[in-house]
């Protein structure tokens, strides 16, 4: 059935057929309908971070950027829900068209921006959500701000979205925000770090305390891997998700919109980033637990991730490729383990 679906939103132009599918299972979960879509069939409950989730397979952040849709996608059998990307001010993003399908990669490239309706909005909308599971909250930088002041607008994010998460995200790695990138990296990253865990150390006394996790790009060399990695043990990151898009257009040369700017996600993303994932578990301490996120799109992918190191995994383009049925198959392939 999926299948059909997909074919006719495929129809559309890739943004208009995001929003037009949210705003469909939205109206479905108003109307109780939900329940008719695949749902896994197992029990597989794990602890990480010291959260339980219901299961290892979460929804990546990107799909519900301000957390308008928690409670439809709370009922597709996801572990987890991460939201956001968010900025403490509201923008627009980048100039339209910034949404590209590669079909036959089963891929997309976007160069959205970090188009969003403010931290204080997000905020609201997941107060006002009844999902009851797991909450990710991801973070960014507003595209004006200098990168010597990005420490500032992740800590007045940190700052809204705490008391609300259940654990938050600091994303360093969109491609699609001019100099983001280089926080990854050397003193500015020392820099993002020690400010992030004091701001936790403090809010924890009052809300009791949330894993705080960095998004990395998987377009690292080993030597930048070698030096992050001895940086996140440092300071004592709560854990890593690895991989956002990539820049490297190798395995889709000469496909439609190949070379459009942006980053990209999907199958192709597959081998780079269980490559960085498990390069990452083999030099972080083991009390860092990894999320692997990046191409799943067969059960068996999510569970070669667990295999390469990860804790637990996020989908996002595979789910918009597969629908549904994706969720299930890769939660019921890791209850095999």
Request: proline share 6%; net charge negative; aromatic share 8%.
């Amino acid at each position: 059935m999926y299948d059909l679906v997909r074919r006719a939103l495929f129809t559309l132009s890739p943004e208009t057929s995001h929003d037009f599918s949210l705003d469909g299972l939205s109206g479905l979960q108003r109307l109780g309908l939900l329940h008719l879509l695949p749902q896994p069939r197992v029990e597989a409950r794990k602890t990480v971070f010291g959260i339980e989730f219901p299961n290892a397979v979460g929804l990546a952040a990107g799909l519900d950027k301000n957390a308008d849709y928690l409670d439809a996608l709370g009922q597709l059998g996801f572990g987890f829900i991460e939201v956001g990307t968010v900025t403490p001010k509201p923008q627009p993003g980048n100039p339209k068209p910034r949404l590209f399908r590669l079909p036959q990669s089963e891929a997309i490239i976007n160069r959205m921006g970090f188009n969003n309706k403010g931290v204080d909005y997000l905020v609201e909308r997941v107060r006002k959500a009844k999902y009851p599971g797991v909450i990710g909250i991801n973070i960014g930088k507003n595209k004006v701000t200098p990168e010597e002041d990005a420490l500032a607008d992740y800590l007045y994010c940190l700052d809204r979205v705490y008391p609300h998460a259940h654990y938050v995200v600091v994303n360093l790695s969109s491609p699609n925000t001019p100099g983001l990138r280089n926080l990854q990296f050397g003193d500015a990253l020392k820099g993002l770090l020690a400010g992030l865990k004091s701001r936790q150390e403090t809010l924890s006394e009052e809300w009791g305390y949330r894993p705080i996790l960095i998004k990395i790009a998987p377009d690292m060399t080993t030597d930048e891997i070698e030096q992050v990695a001895q940086l996140f043990n440092e300071y004592r990151v709560d854990g890593v998700v690895a991989t956002n898009t990539t820049l490297s257009r190798e395995r889709v040369e000469g496909q439609e919109h190949a070379e459009e700017a942006g980053g990209l996600s999907g199958r192709p993303l597959f081998e780079d980033s269980t490559r960085v994932l498990e390069a990452f578990r083999a030099r972080l301490n083991d009390d860092i637990p990894l999320v692997g996120v990046g191409g799943i799109t067969f059960g068996q992918d999510a569970l070669t991730k667990i295999q390469a190191g990860a804790d637990l995994v996020q989908l996002y383009t595979g789910f918009i490729y597969k629908g549904p049925r994706l969720v299930r198959d890769c939660v019921e392939k890791l209850a095999e383990l």
